[in-house]
């Protein structure tokens, strides 16, 4: 399908000059906190943003952006269709995709054969839109496996989408807003969804301070509340408050809403399902369904999205709705299931070919694929013959023998599912058989269901099952109707047993038996059990042969993917008798004093109401001919302004934006002062509060929250301490994973621990050298295979020494240094073996040591930015190389700090404030102390030509190291 074609013209992208994210992608690689399926779903939904613009589908596919260089001479087929092909591009990608191989077979047979036949018979844009459900927007489909981090993948494109959206915020590639809709189904996962966003941790996929900045943001908005009565007055809706109250430039707002209940409730489909507008919802100011469409740069994400392509919910004519308003940028949808109930049909004249996948599956990643790399391996056992309690039994005590005893590293004890068909069957026949027969203790039983009118829901039901997967739970069986199908995290969840026919509904087996699939806590030797009956264990094989071309039998299979191969590595610390680098670093000490006893919250808040003026500006309107513009007419303005206001709202938005430093109680304690400062910055128009934007509502809200607060003066004192750093914290030199990055080569590390053992020199003697090609090249001749014999350049290359080898006494205190390490790249790589070419480094005997692998030195500056009269900490500064000039065997004299930055940083205010100081306050108080200058510094670009670098760094060398 497509998104094969995607995932080859991206890999093609990725590696080409054209790739402008390329630094990107490596620091979310490096930083290594997610799977390769969520980085791979990164790289392809950029792909689409940046290299396809951002397009629709269809339009990429018609354009050809997917088309493969196919050399129509070498295809037989007629004269015409060949020249045809060659001047539509729309009918050539539909060709190319015809022809696409499937399991060795080709994809459309009966469509490649009719292009060939009569290609102009065809109207292809027409069929290519409809291979891609009409839709004229950016419309992708992410398919990953239940438990390989679909929210938090979401949660990546929030943060990626507002990062290039700040950069550029006309493009419309980009979203500002977005729009997460759960269905129904799940809406009891819409909390848990939310937090795994809100705790995503964007510097995992953004470097500081863009990470930290965008984080403050993101405003989370949940649209659960209760819709109001028909005709009654919607400015009560609260729903429709929240997204009113932002309007109408938003940005970095985040709603996150119940499909069905709260979006789709208020829209009509006719009978072919046409979306129709409802009489009494003519109010546009406070219908949700229309306040959405006026949401700029919307970005729609849908999760679980095979709901919503059931014909109840018409989640596409919302959407196209919503889109006709133009202001949708993109619609995302995240499934481990991207095949439809049934195939649909596509017509191509008077043919018809049809589809099971989802067609704007743009990335799959396969569950047999996520069993090797992360998932528990399953061990599915088809019960054949045995009853219910016959299966239940002996699911029981296999679950119990295998992970009785067993705790997870995360403090949570594995857990059993037993999914009931009804509430009749758990209540009156499971669970007192597991209680009476099985002598089960009921405290480790956890009975789940809604209730019925015979058997009510089980008081506290709710709470431990919403707590199964915290070490304070010690329910080990779960007997569940009806619920746990999808939506349900629970890592520790180790083994499921669907006994009958109708424990789950038919077309959700394969997720129901898979909720107990997902990664405990990092573990990667997990294992999980499920017991099926055989009309299940039919079922299943049929949906993972449907959706995941797989079988019970390949699951069963599977072999965990091996350990990454890594590579030892070694200290030569000893070796080259590196001595520490003595130097003085600056310690700032902060201290709060307090300025007031007590918050004194009610004089501050009357102060503020009876300067609000202050606050406020002043506007006018002149009015007057063109002609005679000096006689014009000038009103004066008070009130100005869209957005809504509400009591409530606004304490709550002020209690939000304290960081939890006031929490609305306490505002409501001063309400009285508060309504005042309300209604004085707000207006009433008709029946509608205002906020008035002639006030400077931003900086009154911060003095109120200061009110709340006992007035502190910072103040900070600075001292300079001395340090003495290791390059090398031996504890921490452990093996790393083998990459490409890893300098020297195993063979050159081999050389190099021999030569240190034997002490032996480096430098080859040349007069010798060549007395042995002589008396090689003698010996040929004379066995008549002169001509055999090698150049003198080639037989002094393989005798000589690799230019690590010949440079190991003036660098690699360890080995091998890791070049792939976080936030480097290969220009550093680079530089390091420019460096130890250049012929000053040699002459001046100067030595060069690799710094820049975090944890492993304690070489690490601390910084500070001046504020005023006080010191602000901006971190901490590690530096690349040190290049360095000993005075004796044990003392450093000088070090020449280096630092090899890609061009992304050039814009990094924090790293730029970083290298301020460094270049300035640490050089200098060095000097001070030494009474000499014992450092430099110099940065180096990557973006620079490579001997303009080279340059620099020898005029730096001659001129720092001169004594």
């Not at 013959?385 to 004890?413: C, H, M, P």
């Not at 309400?671 to 006030?695: G, M, P, S």
């Not at 940083?905 to 970083?914: L, M, N, P, S, T």
Request: contains cysteine.
């Amino acid at each position: 399908m497509l998104h094969q074609i995607i995932q080859q013209k991206r890999n093609e992208w990725l590696h080409s000059d054209d790739c402008t994210v390329r630094e990107l992608i490596l620091y979310i690689r490096q930083k290594g906190k997610l799977r390769d399926a969520q980085i791979e779903a990164i790289e392809t939904y950029l792909f689409l943003k940046i290299e396809g613009q951002n397009k629709p589908l269809w339009q990429l596919f018609s354009e050809g952006f997917f088309t493969k260089h196919t050399d129509l001479a070498k295809i037989d087929i007629n004269q015409h269709a060949r020249e045809f092909l060659s001047e539509n591009k729309n009918a050539l990608a539909l060709f190319d995709f015809a022809r696409q191989k499937n399991g060795g077979t080709t994809f459309l047979p009966e469509l490649e054969r009719k292009i060939k036949e009569s290609p102009d018979s065809l109207d292809y844009d027409a069929i290519i839109k409809s291979i891609f459900y009409q839709v004229n927007y950016a419309d992708y489909l992410m398919s990953l496996p239940m438990g390989a981090g679909k929210t938090y993948l979401m949660a990546a494109f929030l943060y990626l989408d507002l990062y290039f959206a700040q950069n550029e915020p006309e493009n419309r590639a980009f979203a500002h807003n977005f729009l997460v809709l759960i269905p129904s189904g799940l809406k009891s996962s819409i909390v848990p969804s939310l937090k795994t966003i809100q705790n995503f941790d964007p510097s995992w996929v953004l470097a500081e301070p863009s990470a930290s900045h965008l984080k403050k943001i993101l405003k989370f908005d949940i649209l659960d509340e209760q819709k109001t009565a028909r005709k009654s007055n919607k400015a009560r809706n609260p729903n429709a408050q929240k997204v009113a109250s932002c309007l109408p430039n938003p940005f970095g707002r985040v709603f996150v809403v119940n499909a069905e209940k709260v979006i789709l409730e208020s829209f009509q489909f006719n009978s072919q399902t046409v979306l129709e507008l409802e009489d009494d919802e003519q109010d546009t100011s406070n219908d949700l369904k229309r306040l959405f469409g006026q949401i700029p740069h919307l970005s729609i994400l849908i999760d679980e999205v095979h709901h919503a392509a059931t014909d109840d919910i018409k989640l596409r004519q919302a959407v196209n709705y919503w889109n006709s308003k133009g202001n949708i940028t993109t619609v995302l949808g995240f499934s481990g299931t991207p095949y439809l109930p049934s195939a649909e049909k596509v017509a191509a004249g008077d043919y018809e070919f049809k589809f099971s996948q989802i067609t704007n599956t743009v990335y799959y990643y396969p569950l047999l694929t996520a069993v090797e790399k992360f998932l528990k391996k399953p061990d599915v056992i088809t019960c054949k013959n045995l009853d219910r309690f016959q299966i239940i039994k002996q699911g029981v005590e296999q679950f119990t023998e295998a992970y009785g005893a067993k705790v997870y590293s995360n403090g949570t004890i594995p857990k059993l599912a037993i999914y009931c068909s009804n509430i009749e069957v758990l209540e009156q026949e499971v669970y007192p058989y597991m209680v009476s027969d099985l002598q089960i203790n009921p405290e480790q039983i956890l009975r789940f269901h809604k209730g019925n009118k015979a058997h009510p829901q089980p008081e506290g039901s709710e709470l431990e099952f919403r707590s199964l997967d915290l070490p304070i739970s010690h329910k080990r069986f779960i007997l569940l109707v009806q619920v746990g199908k999808e939506g349900w995290d629970c890592p520790s969840l180790t083994g499921v047993i669907l006994s009958q026919k109708g424990d789950s509904p038919q077309n959700m087996v394969l997720q129901t038996s898979c909720r107990c699939l997902r990664q405990v806590d990092g573990g990667r030797d997990d294992t999980a059990k499920i017991w099926l009956n055989q009309e299940n264990a039919d079922t299943l094989n049929k949906q993972l042969k449907l959706e995941q071309n797989t079988s019970i039998d390949e699951l069963n299979k599977v072999k965990r993917a091996g350990n990454p191969e890594t590579v030892e590595r070694h200290s030569r610390m000893e070796f080259l008798q590196l001595p520490k680098v003595d130097f003085f670093q600056m310690k700032v000490t902060y201290q709060a004093v307090e300025e007031e006893e007590t918050e004194n919250t009610l004089p501050k808040l009357q102060d503020l109401l009876s300067s609000l003026e202050d606050y406020k500006e002043t506007a006018m309107i002149t009015t007057s001919a063109i002609a005679n513009l000096d006689t014009g007419k000038i009103a004066v303005i008070n009130e100005w302004g869209i957005n809504y206001a509400n009591f409530n709202q606004w304490l709550f938005d002020m209690a939000r934006g304290s960081f939890c430093t006031i929490t609305e109680y306490e505002l409501r304690k001063y309400q009285n002062e508060l309504r005042e400062i309300f209604h004085a910055v707000t207006y009433q128009k008709q029946e509608q509060r205002f906020f008035n934007d002639l006030y400077d509502l931003y900086a009154i809200e911060s003095q109120i929250r200061l009110a709340f607060s006992i007035k502190r003066e910072l103040q900070t004192d600075s001292e300079v301490i001395p340090q003495h750093a290791e390059l090398l914290i031996a504890g921490r030199l452990c093996a790393v994973e083998k990459n490409p990055r890893l300098y020297p080569t195993a063979a050159d590390m081999g050389i190099i621990q021999e030569l240190d053992q034997t002490n032996a020199t480096v430098q080859v003697d040349f007069t010798e050298l060549e007395k042995a090609y002589q008396s090689l090249k003698n010996h040929m001749e004379s066995q008549g295979m002169g001509h055999f014999t090698p150049s003198y350049e080639s037989f002094k290359a393989e005798k000589d020494y690799s230019l690590p080898v010949k440079s190991k006494n003036h660098t690699f205190h360890y080995l091998p240094y890791n070049f792939g390490g976080s936030g480097s790249s290969s220009f550093e790589r680079e530089a390091f073996e420019k460096t130890l070419q250049l012929a000053v480094f040699r002459e001046k005997e100067l030595e060069i040591y690799y710094n820049g692998e975090r944890g492993l030195t304690e070489f690490v500056i601390h910084c500070f930015a001046k504020k005023g009269k006080n010191w602000k900490n901006i971190g901490k500064y590690t530096t690349d190389f040190l290049i360095v000039k000993r005075t004796d065997k044990h003392a450093i004299h000088k070090a020449l700090l280096i630092e090899t930055k890609g061009a992304i940083y050039a814009e990094d205010k924090v790293f730029q404030q970083k290298k301020h100081f460094v270049e300035t306050e640490f050089l200098q108080l060095n000097q001070e102390k030494f009474g000499y200058q014992r450092f430099d510094f110099l940065y180096l670009e990557d973006s620079k030509d490579i001997a303009a670098n080279l340059s620099q760094l020898q005029n730096k060398i001659n001129q720092f190291f001169t004594d």
